[in-house]
């Protein structure tokens, strides 16, 4: 069983960067696939991409492609998210989560968010 | 607006069975297996049924999930006040190579 722990409570400038971490404990890190999900206030769950360090893939939704950033270091066990030009909008929640999954071919057929993060708090404000 | 559609609200009375559905297409619920996340306000969001119908190690089996063809449901047996939170269904999607989400059922135990 894995424990995600992420970074704290950001506040940022519109047109700013923002990196959320989470650190990974229990198991063996490169075991693991790691996504990030958000929640602006008061909506729905909004899936961001994930990462497998141990092959080194990486896809993101498309409608964060060209903003978003998501790596995983080994060295720390942690996985990270940046996400850039940040406008009012991406005020929301971030949580990471550690994914199983299968695939047939190169096709995912089953996809799970087993454990999460305690979510960071992102505010957007000018 | 959510690719999967799930009604905003139910309710139901202690002890009653009550069901969340969660509609889909054939490039996300119709392909790929179905899973059910339940959300307390102020906290993370907890695995409730995956692959259709497992349920986690700890999930009581009051909870089931079933699918057919582009939809999906989510029963809760027995309801108890402890149930009232939200619940979101999510599967993957062929066309968009993403992770979908259902809008969120918030569940109201009367």
């Known amino acids: 069983q894995v424990h995600l722990v992420q970074s704290g409570a950001e506040v940022k400038k519109p047109g700013s960067s923002v990196k959320v971490s989470c650190k990974a404990s229990?198991?063996?890190?490169?075991?693991?696939?790691f996504s990030w999900v958000r929640q602006a206030p008061g909506q729905g769950l909004e899936w961001m991409g994930w990462?497998?360090?141990?092959?080194?893939?990486?896809d993101y939704a498309q409608k964060f492609q060209g903003r978003v950033t998501i790596t995983a270091d080994e060295s720390t066990t942690t996985a990270s998210v940046e996400l850039s030009s940040l406008r009012s909008e991406d005020t929301a929640i971030y949580y990471c989560a550690s994914v199983l999954y299968e695939k047939r071919g190169t096709t995912v057929t089953k996809f799970y968010l087993d454990y999460w993060g305690q979510g960071t708090l992102v505010t957007v404000s000018s | 607006q959510s690719v999967l559609t799930q009604p905003p609200s139910a309710s139901g009375t202690p002890g009653q069975r009550v069901t969340i559905s969660c509609s889909g297409s054939?490039?996300?619920?119709?392909?790929?297996?179905v899973n059910w996340y339940q959300q307390v306000p102020g906290t993370a969001p907890k695995l409730l049924i995956y692959?259709?119908?497992q349920r986690p190690s700890g999930v009581p089996d009051r909870f089931s999930g079933s699918k057919s063809g582009t939809s999906a449901s989510l029963a809760i047996g027995g309801l108890q006040s402890e149930d009232e939170t939200d619940y979101f269904c999510s599967a993957w999607d062929d066309s968009l190579i993403a992770v979908v989400f259902g809008g969120g059922t918030k569940l109201t135990v009367l």
């Open positions: 054939s490039s996300n619920i119709g392909s790929n297996a």
């Open positions: 990462i497998v360090p141990i092959f080194g893939t990486i």
């Open positions: 692959n259709n119908d």
């Open positions: 229990g198991g063996s890190f490169n075991s693991y696939a």
